[in-house]
């Protein structure tokens, strides 16, 4: 909600326009010229400019969007609310399997998924220092939910992974959520593999292997054994 003569309104735009491309086809981003249409605002208790409201699960309940003013900032904070809305639709069982049914690639990455027990692990911004201070190895899969090879992929991460319990943890990382743990790693296709090795952790090669659940096991446990 912003007013044309506001000067916050007017630092905001570029960042605002930005989000909103990046953003396209995943969370709609959207503006109400308070000079135009003053009564939109009122059932939401707008009082300054600009304010950003959230709507997100509850559509006549929005929340107060209270991150930064910049292009990052933003996108992030529009991600982790759609992917907050999407597992609040699979803790509540309904919508969980249609609107991603390679929603199981959610779950691919989702040790407690909706896969009944898969053995891959769903990794995030704040669980990913697993991975960095354990001492077994791990393969993670950095995918994108639209991704037609990570698709493909699934099934075998998710036998591989069971195959190789006790030896190797797999896990996956949604990189269009996480984009920047995605971009710490240098992810710039996807599906990409990282390869982190047992003790310390430094930096992590990438997984050239095939990408079936055979080549995938023999890959990690020729590793293992090094």
């Known amino acids: 909600f912003y007013a044309p003569w506001c000067g916050h309104c007017q630092s905001l735009a570029p960042?605002?326009?930005e989000a909103a491309s990046a953003l396209k086809g995943v969370v709609r981003v959207a503006a109400v010229d308070m000079d135009k249409h003053g009564d939109l605002g009122a059932p939401y208790n707008v009082r300054g400019f600009p304010t950003i409201k959230v709507f997100g699960a509850n559509k006549a309940s929005p929340t107060d969007y209270e991150g930064g003013r910049d292009t990052d900032a933003i996108v992030q904070a529009a991600l982790q609310t759609a992917r907050d809305l999407v597992m609040a639709r699979r803790r509540g069982g309904g919508g969980g399997g249609g609107s991603y049914s390679q929603g199981s690639q959610q779950s691919s990455g989702g040790s407690s998924g909706g896969d009944g027990g898969s053995a891959v692990i769903e990794l995030t911004d704040s669980t990913f220092s697993q991975v960095m201070?354990?001492?077994e190895m791990w393969l993670v899969e950095f995918f994108?939910?639209?991704c037609g090879h990570c698709k493909n992929l699934k099934p075998h991460w998710d036998s591989?992974?069971?195959?190789?319990?006790g030896k190797v943890k797999l896990a996956t990382v949604d990189a269009t959520v996480y984009q920047q743990l995605a971009q710490q790693y240098g992810v710039q296709g996807y599906p990409t593999i990282k390869y982190f090795p047992a003790g310390?952790?430094?930096s992590p090669e990438t997984f050239d292997g095939g990408r079936t659940a055979d080549d995938i096991v023999r890959w990690a446990l020729e590793k293992h054994a090094d």
């Open 15 to 17: 960042a605002w326009k």
């Open 160 to 165: 591989a992974a069971s195959q190789l319990q």
């Open 133 to 135: 201070d354990s001492q």
């Open 200 to 202: 310390p952790k430094s």
């Open 144 to 146: 994108a939910p639209w």
